[in-house]
């Protein structure tokens, strides 16, 4: 049964606990984290500290993005969190959120992976690949309009 979650003043149902032993990029000593559905769109989740609920993240699939998207992990990462292959992990990307929303921006670099049968995640830098830190959600000419289908 999920449990309760207060994530800015409201309580928010979650499934339970993931350790980030190496923490967030930038964020090291935060270890434990929560995902928790975005009430307000169906292709966003928050991660948001279990010891710190002042630090969350908005998150996305990467592929609602960039359907194309793929990454290589290596082989110590995958099993660092208990997993065989890439694809048996969630793999999400943060989403930088400004005041004006028009200017959301996604960072494709540095995805955030999570084992959900063990409850294990961490975020790897890739190094291969040209994906940005920056990719703007709501593009000219993007005829999917990602923000739009929020």
């Known amino acids: 049964m999920p449990a309760t979650f207060d994530l800015k ?9 993931i350790d ?12 434990r984290f929560v995902l928790i ?3 307000s769109s169906k292709r966003f989740v928050w991660l948001a500290g279990v010891d710190r609920p ?3 993240f908005l998150l996305i699939d ?4 960039v359907p194309d ?8 990462d995958l099993e660092f969190i208990g997993l065989d292959s890439i694809h048996d992990a969630r793999i999400y990307v943060i989403v930088t959120l400004p005041r ?3 200017e959301a921006t996604a960072n494709l670099k ?12 961490m975020q790897i830098a890739l190094e291969q690949g040209c994906y940005p830190t920056q990719l703007s959600l709501l593009r000219e000419g993007d005829p999917a309009k990602t923000l739009s289908k929020v």
Request: no cysteine; charged share 30%.
């Open 54 to 56: 002042e630090l969350s």
């Open 100 to 102: 004006n929303a028009t």
């Open 110 to 121: 540095s995805p955030v992976l999570i084992n959900t049968k063990t409850g294990r995640g």
């Open 37 to 39: 559905d975005d009430p």
């Open 9 to 17: 003043g409201r309580k928010k149902q979650h499934k339970g606990v």
């Open 69 to 76: 998207y793929e990454i290589e992990a290596g082989k110590r």
């Open 20 to 31: 980030f032993p190496q923490g967030l990029i930038g964020f090291s000593s935060v270890k």
């Open 62 to 65: 990467p592929k609602a993005v």
